[in-house]
C-alpha cells in the first residue's frame, strides 16, 4: 500500500507541475497560424486555459475512481481514457503557450478537489462510478462544443484541438455506459453543471 500511495502521488505531481507528453500528434499542427488581435488571443488562450484545467480534473477523476474501483477491466478502460485525456492535457499546454498565455494559478486545488469527487464516487460502486464518468463526459462535451461556437474563426489550430477533444469525450462516455454505467439521477446532474459553471468563470481569470 505504501509502494501504490508512492506512485499515485508522484502521478499528482506529474499532472499538476510537468509537461504532459503526447503519442498522438497535436491536432492542427500543420495548420498556420492564424492572424489574431490582442483581445483575441486573450480570449482563445483563456478558453484553452479552461479546457487544460478540465483535463488535469479529469485527471484526478479517472485516478479516484480507479483507485476505488475492485474490477480490472472497469480499471483498465480508466487507465486508457486517462492516457488520452494526458494527450489533451499536452495539446492544451501547448497552445496556451502559442498563444502567450499561462496555465491557471490554482491547478494544485482543482487536482486536489476533483481527486477527492473521484474516489467519492468510486465508494458507490462501479455502476454508479461509471455513471459519474459518462455524466462527466457529456457535460465536458456540451462545454466544449460552447467553445467551438466561441473562439475566433480564423483560430483553426484551437478549433482543431477542442474538435478532437470532443470526438474523445463522446468516446469515453460511451465505454462508461457500455461497461455499465447508471444514468445518474437529475439533481446530481444539475450539481454538476452548476459546480463546473462556478470552475469555468475563475478560471476564464485565474
Known amino acids: 500500500m505504501i509502494d501504490q500511495a508512492i506512485l ?7 499532472t499538476v507541475f510537468a509537461p504532459a507528453r503526447s503519442v498522438r500528434p497535436v491536432p492542427g499542427a500543420d495548420l498556420p497560424e492564424a492572424a489574431l ?10 478558453l484553452m486555459r479552461i479546457n487544460h484545467v478540465g483535463e488535469i480534473c479529469a485527471q484526478a477523476l479517472y485516478q ?30 501547448q497552445r496556451i503557450a502559442e498563444l502567450g498565455g499561462r496555465k491557471s494559478l490554482l491547478n494544485p486545488l482543482w487536482y486536489g478537489g476533483a481527486l477527492a469527487i473521484g474516489l467519492l464516487a468510486g465508494r458507490f460502486g462501479d455502476r454508479w462510478n461509471l455513471g459519474f464518468l459518462a455524466e462527466t463526459e457529456r457535460q465536458v462535451e456540451a462545454h466544449l462544443h460552447s467553445h467551438l461556437d466561441s473562439l475566433p474563426a480564423q483560430d483553426a489550430r484551437s478549433r482543431a484541438i477542442v474538435a478532437q477533444m470532443k470526438v474523445d469525450e463522446v468516446a469515453h462516455a460511451e465505454t462508461a455506459l457500455a461497461l455499465g454505467g447508471r444514468a445518474l439521477p437529475a439533481p446530481v446532474g444539475v450539481a454538476m453543471k452548476l459546480a463546473s459553471r462556478v470552475m469555468t468563470r475563475t478560471v476564464y481569470w485565474v
Not at 8 to 14: I, K, N, V, Y
Not at 38 to 46: C, F, Q, S, Y
Not at 67 to 85: K, T
Open 37 to 46: 488581435d490582442d483581445g483575441e488571443r486573450r480570449h482563445a488562450a483563456a
Open 64 to 93: 479516484g475512481q480507479a483507485i476505488m474501483s475492485r474490477d480490472p477491466a472497469i480499471r483498465e478502460a480508466l487507465q486508457h481514457a486517462s492516457d488520452e485525456e494526458t494527450e489533451h492535457l499536452a495539446w492544451t499546454e
Open 8 to 14: 499515485q502521488f508522484d502521478r499528482a505531481l506529474r
